[in-house]
């Protein structure tokens, strides 16, 4: 018997000035989403921006439903959103931010276990490294790659 470690690491900023531009830009874009999120029932607004290798930037936002299940996050709603647009561009980063009563929240909303398994996936797909950006008005933290979020990736079939 073996004991393994699996050992994370991110980095943290205190504001959107300390990140590299591209990283701001994309950063800024999941904040401006989240006002363009239907979420009548938790009302917990949450924005996402995918931005692709040609530097193009999507964005998504948590769309909620009276019949609970059939909403959807913010993150996989720009990430199908850009499978679908740009089949051939990789995902670079994904950034985002959730907001309550029009505020920016102080921590940002980490991606539940759907939105990591698709983030895994697309990022296996492309064969490049996704990076996350969670944004929130204290505190950003920014993960190099899906695997930090999600180790031990499923990817066998
Ligand atoms: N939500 C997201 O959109 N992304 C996350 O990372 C966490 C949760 C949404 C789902 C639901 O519409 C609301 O936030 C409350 O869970």
Redesign the pocket.
């Known amino acids: 018997m073996t004991t393994k470690e699996i050992k994370i690491t991110y980095q943290e900023f205190n504001s959107l000035d300390e990140l590299q531009p591209e990283d701001q830009k994309v950063a800024e874009a999941a904040i401006d989403a989240i006002s363009h999120s239907y ?1 009548p029932y ?1 009302r ?1 607004n ?1 924005g996402a921006a995918v931005l692709l290798e040609n530097g193009t930037i999507v964005k998504g936002s ?1 769309q ?1 439903n009276a019949a609970y299940p059939s ?1 959807l ?3 996989r709603t720009a990430m199908f959103y850009a499978s679908h647009q740009y089949p051939d561009q990789s995902m670079t980063c994904i950034a ?1 931010a959730a907001g309550q009563h029009g505020v920016l929240c102080e921590h940002a ?4 276990g759907a ?1 990591r398994q698709v983030m895994a996936q697309y990022q296996t797909r492309s064969g490049h490294p996704m990076a996350v950006l969670l944004i929130g008005s204290k505190k950003i933290q920014k993960f190099e790659k899906i695997d930090d979020l999600l180790p031990l990736i499923f990817d066998n079939i």
């Open positions: 979420a938790s917990f949450v948590n909620e909403g996050c913010a993150e985002i909303a980490s991606p539940c939105c």
